[in-house]
T-cell receptor, first 119, second 111 residues
Framework: GAGVSQSPSNKVTEKGKDVELRCDPI?????LYWYRQSLGQGLEFLIY????????KSGLPSDRFSAERTGGSVSTLTIQRTQQEDSAVYLC?????????????????FGEGSWLTVV | DQQVKQNSPSLSVQEGRISILNCDYT??????FLWYKKYPAEGPTFLIS?????DKNEDGRFTVFLNKSAKHLSLHIVPSQPGDSAVYFC??????????FGGGTRLMVKP
């Protein structure tokens, strides 16, 4: 597609339920990133994929969070047993090259985000 | 440990004047810096970048200045327009790592 596509754009879920967020990166981009922005906070890195593998999972806040990427394209971020503090905008981004993470002209392009509210 | 800091959470500027957004970093290994702009309910969009081998990069109304010795960069917008009102994120990159973002500065340009 022309840009990074995320779904759902908005999700309201009950505390304790599982949630899946989907990201469709720009076609041909090998690197995919998940970030989170909580209310009033900056962007928080969650996980990075190079192809289908995730060399950096350091940002995942707890073991309730997991992500996978299949076919070097679509990625799914899953949050199990959601808590109210999980409420945030979850942003997916992609870049052409892997491993350089935005440096030296390898710009990262963001989707519009999935707004998650846990009630 | 916040390696990229934007100490001003908000900035208000009159239309037509210059907007200066500041960013400080602590890690001398960062070698590429970017600014992203974010409107409400949208993802951040890339605005302008600068490599550590330069001290200035200009693109239209937007100029980014880098002072490596001070570990400081700034984004200048001149002249500022109401449509520039958004949250601006500074981001820094070091080889082999992810982008590290600052907390953002909300710019409000008043007509």
């Amino acid at each position: 597609g022309a840009g990074v596509s995320q779904s759902p754009s908005n999700k309201v879920t009950e505390k304790g339920k599982d949630v899946e967020l989907r990201c469709d990166p720009i076609s041909g981009h090998t690197a995919l990133y998940w970030y989170r922005q909580s209310l009033g906070q900056g962007l928080e890195f969650l996980i990075y994929f190079q192809g289908n593998s995730a060399p950096d999972k350091s940002g995942l806040p707890s073991d309730r969070f997991s992500a996978e990427r299949t076919g070097g394209s679509v990625s799914t971020l899953t949050i199990q047993r959601t808590q109210q503090e999980d409420s945030a905008v979850y942003l997916c981004a992609s870049s052409l090259h892997g491993g350089l993470a935005g440096g030296s002209g390898n710009t990262i392009y963001f989707g519009e985000g999935s707004w998650l509210t846990v009630v | 440990d916040q390696q990229v800091k934007q100490n001003s959470p908000s900035l208000s500027v009159q239309e037509g004047r210059i907007s200066i957004l500041n960013c400080d970093y602590t890690n001398s290994m960062f070698d590429y810096f970017l600014w992203y702009k974010k409107y409400p309910a949208e993802g951040p969009t890339f605005l302008i970048s600068i490599s550590s081998i330069k001290d200035k990069n200009e693109d239209g109304r937007f100029t980014v200045f880098l002072n490596k010795s001070a570990k400081h960069l700034s984004l200048h917008i001149v002249p500022s327009q109401p449509g520039d009102s958004a949250v601006y994120f500074c981001a820094a990159y070091k080889p082999g790592n992810m982008l590290t973002f600052g907390g953002g500065t909300r710019l409000m340009v008043k007509p």
